[in-house]
């Protein structure tokens, strides 16, 4: 059956409460194989709370949510070895080093021997623009930059089908933010990924997006950029009407990297 | 041959054909497979890979390692009918790596200078001890010079949850000890017939002694642990600069009013401690060892003076301001990670139990030199 689905991600009848204030209303939602989908939404819309939802963090009231063919369920073993998930602070283990947090899954899913999984999670530290001083270290004497690479890195270590990232680029100074969004769209074009990224960066949205999804009226709205930005929505117009995401948008047009073989630059 | 590939040799021409799922679940096997993988002693190596099924990136950096080898051992390999851009994506990364600066020393184990790091760490520590007693003097300093007018308040929500809150729990500890203490006085006494010195025994051992002891270990470990836990938690997620940043001094509204909570708490806190010890004793003496209430109270009013209480309740405020400070301090020597305020959390509590033993040692020899 693995492999089979052209869905990777099916949400049905999703419902979260808290107290009377309804954040999802039957929210239905399908992510399709290989696509990077954004995740947009004003503050209180419940992006968050979709992303726990889907990782099992958090219980909905109502609702089934299947991840790959599977059935999550709230705190029990999801897919854990077929996602990689890049939280908004990094959340790498703050006592070991860039290296061990990154060898940390494979350790944890595996039972390589040491060589092989330090010579993995060198791969996958390379594989995101850092380099071995930078392994070396502890998560604190990171820049912000590069402890988004690092916790990337660890979100790949186990080869995941599907990549979460939430506000990936939130925090970034533009340059980090720009080969932050290059190295998403150069992973993304060589591995087989499907990448769903809740964000707030219209530069992002524009430039590495599939199709995006918008949180409005406790439900989710669906599609691609171009005819989102037609949509009749109030909240949608002014989202996609603000200048910095007009100016995006055009941005965009110009030059939409072709996701090849650019060089990977180091930020920091 | 295996599930994995089949190897086919002919006139120094080797051909290995891959099947099924190269990926990460399976690498331990593929990589056994592989090694048991020997070339003709010179030729050519051909991977087949149209009949992969699966290959991610970890299967890619199997078969490219082993390449590797081969070409090391003098033998040229390509590959056929990669589907995929995998191996160009690994190579790409290599590629990348290699122009990358070489860490020497990164994976090898570290040679070990056990005299310099000894002598290292007793520099650092010296060092460190000087920086804080610099700090605790600037703090004290700062409170004296400018005190804020949120001390007030900040002090007494201390005095509240370090000495109010912890009146049960001494209470108890310190009821217990005057228990233990009856029961082991009287066990000896009544050898000589002269039970009613326990409460001689008692009386001196929870005034002078065990009253603001226990009451300063359980708040050392209620408090101290608190004060440090707290304040590093502050450092970590940048509050203290935000106070600092708003123009507070946290020397001033976060160290100042836990010492100064503290010192008011500790002795009032002895004083109940105290109470419940003798209530301890008074409970065993009317119980168990015939000696009622009332002469209890009367051999307690001849046994002991307002001086043997006072040599207690002198020692409070000294204890009490070595576990605010102690606490404080390794509480504001948090950075960096969670282990590390886990680590000063508890060098907050041994520490500030082993300088209370300290100083009580040295108050009881300096109280006996001046007969007090």
């Given at each position: 059956m693995a492999g089979t689905h052209e869905h990777v991600i099916s949400i049905r009848g999703l419902v979260n409460r808290f107290g009377s204030q309804v954040v999802h209303d039957q929210l239905e939602l399908d992510v399709r194989r290989d696509e990077i989908l954004g995740i947009v939404g004003?503050?209180?819309?419940?992006?968050?709370?979709?992303?726990?939802?889907?990782?099992?963090?958090?219980?909905?009231?109502?609702?089934?949510?299947?991840?790959?063919?599977?059935?999550?369920?709230?705190?029990?073993?999801?897919?854990?070895?077929?996602?990689?998930?890049l939280f908004q602070g990094g959340a790498l283990l703050s006592g070991l080093t860039v290296q061990e947090n990154v060898e940390l899954p494979i350790a944890l899913h595996s039972n390589l021997p040491v060589e092989t999984r330090r010579e993995l999670a060198v791969l996958k530290i390379f594989m995101v623009g850092l380099d071995l001083t930078a392994a070396a270290k502890y998560p604190n004497e990171l820049s912000g930059g590069m402890r988004k690479r690092a916790?990337?890195?660890?979100?790949?270590?186990?080869?995941?089908?599907?990549?979460?990232?939430?506000?990936?680029?939130?925090?970034?100074?533009?340059?980090?933010?720009?080969?932050?969004?290059?190295?998403?769209?150069?992973?993304?074009?060589?591995?087989?990924?499907?990448?769903?990224?809740?964000?707030?960066?219209?530069?992002?949205?524009?430039?590495?997006?599939?199709?995006?999804?918008?949180?409005?009226?406790?439900?989710?709205?669906?599609?691609?950029?171009d005819e989102l930005v037609k949509h009749p929505d109030p909240w949608i117009q002014q989202y996609f009407g603000d200048p910095r995401a007009v100016r995006a948008r055009q941005a965009a047009r110009h030059a939409r990297p072709d996701g090849g073989m650019q060089p990977i630059v180091t930020g920091d | 041959m295996s599930a994995y590939l089949t190897v086919n040799q002919q006139d120094g021409l080797t051909q290995i054909s891959l099947h099924n799922d190269w990926v990460f679940a399976n690498l331990a096997g593929l990589q056994q497979t592989l090694d048991a993988v020997l070339p003709a002693s010179e030729g050519r190596v051909t991977f087949r890979c149209s009949g992969l099924r699966e290959l991610d990136l970890a299967g890619a950096w199997v078969l490219y390692e082993k390449s590797m080898d081969f070409e090391e051992l003098g033998v040229k390999t390509e590959f056929e009918g990669f589907q995929s851009s995998h191996l160009k994506f690994l190579q790409h990364i290599i590629d990348l790596a290699a122009r990358k600066?070489?860490?020497?020393?990164?994976?090898?184990?570290?040679?070990?200078?056990?005299?310099?790091?000894?002598?290292?760490?007793?520099?650092?520590?010296?060092?460190?001890?000087?920086?804080?007693?610099?700090?605790?003097?600037?703090?004290?300093?700062?409170?004296?010079?400018?005190?804020?007018?949120?001390?007030?308040?900040?002090?007494?929500?201390?005095?509240?949850?370090?000495?109010?809150?912890?009146?049960?729990?001494?209470?108890?500890v310190c009821f217990l000890m005057g228990v233990v203490l009856a029961y082991q006085s009287a066990r000896q006494l009544e050898q000589f017939g002269?039970?009613?010195?326990?409460?001689?025994?008692?009386?001196?051992?929870?005034?002078?002694?065990?009253?603001?002891?226990?009451?300063?270990?359980?708040?050392?470990?209620?408090?101290?642990?608190?004060?440090?836990?707290?304040?590093?938690?502050?450092?970590?997620?940048?509050?203290?600069?935000?106070?600092?940043?708003?123009?507070l001094n946290p020397n001033q509204v976060l160290i100042i009013p836990r010492i100064l909570g503290l010192v008011i708490a500790l002795p009032l806190l002895t004083v109940f401690a105290n109470a419940a010890g003798l209530l301890g004793g008074a409970f065993i003496g009317a119980t168990v060892l015939d000696i009622s209430g009332f002469a209890f109270s009367e051999r307690l009013a001849v046994a002991i003076g307002l001086d043997d209480a006072l040599v207690g309740l002198t020692k409070a405020?000294?204890?009490?301001?070595?576990?605010?400070?102690?606490?404080?301090?390794?509480?504001?020597?948090?950075?960096?990670?969670?282990?590390?305020?886990?680590?000063?959390?508890?060098v907050a509590v041994v520490q500030s139990i082993f300088l209370i033993i300290v100083a009580d040692a040295v108050f009881t020899v300096v109280y006996s030199r001046i007969g007090f």
């Open positions: 004003g503050s209180g819309t419940g992006k968050s709370v979709l992303l726990r939802s889907i990782l099992g963090l958090h219980g909905p009231n109502e609702g089934d949510i299947e991840v790959l063919g599977r059935k999550i369920r709230h705190l029990e073993p999801g897919p854990h070895r077929q996602w990689g998930v916790s990337l890195a660890r979100a790949l270590a186990l080869e995941p089908k599907i990549l979460f990232l939430d506000e990936p680029t939130a925090g970034l100074d533009p340059i980090s933010a720009t080969e932050f969004d290059q190295l998403v769209g150069f992973l993304h074009a060589n591995l087989d990924l499907t990448i769903v990224m809740i964000t707030h960066d219209v530069d992002t949205l524009f430039s590495v997006c599939d199709r995006v999804a918008v949180l409005v009226n406790k439900g989710i709205i669906v599609d691609t950029l | 600066e070489y860490v020497p020393g990164f994976f090898d184990p570290k040679p070990s200078h056990f005299v310099r790091d000894g002598i290292q760490r007793i520099g650092a520590n010296t060092i460190e001890a000087v920086d804080s007693v610099g700090f605790i003097a600037r703090a004290v300093l700062d409170g004296i010079k400018r005190p804020s007018r949120l001390v007030i308040g900040e002090t007494i929500r201390q005095v509240h949850s370090c000495g109010v809150a912890a009146i049960p729990i001494v209470a108890v002269a039970n009613i010195f326990m409460v001689d025994l008692v009386a001196m051992a929870i005034l002078r002694e065990l009253g603001v002891l226990l009451a300063a270990i359980m708040v050392a470990g209620r408090s101290g642990s608190a004060f440090a836990a707290a304040l590093g938690t502050m450092k970590l997620t940048e509050e203290i600069d935000a106070l600092r940043v708003m123009g405020p000294a204890f009490a301001f070595l576990i605010a400070v102690t606490g404080t301090l390794r509480g504001m020597q948090v950075k960096g990670s969670a282990e590390e305020l886990g680590r000063l959390t508890t």
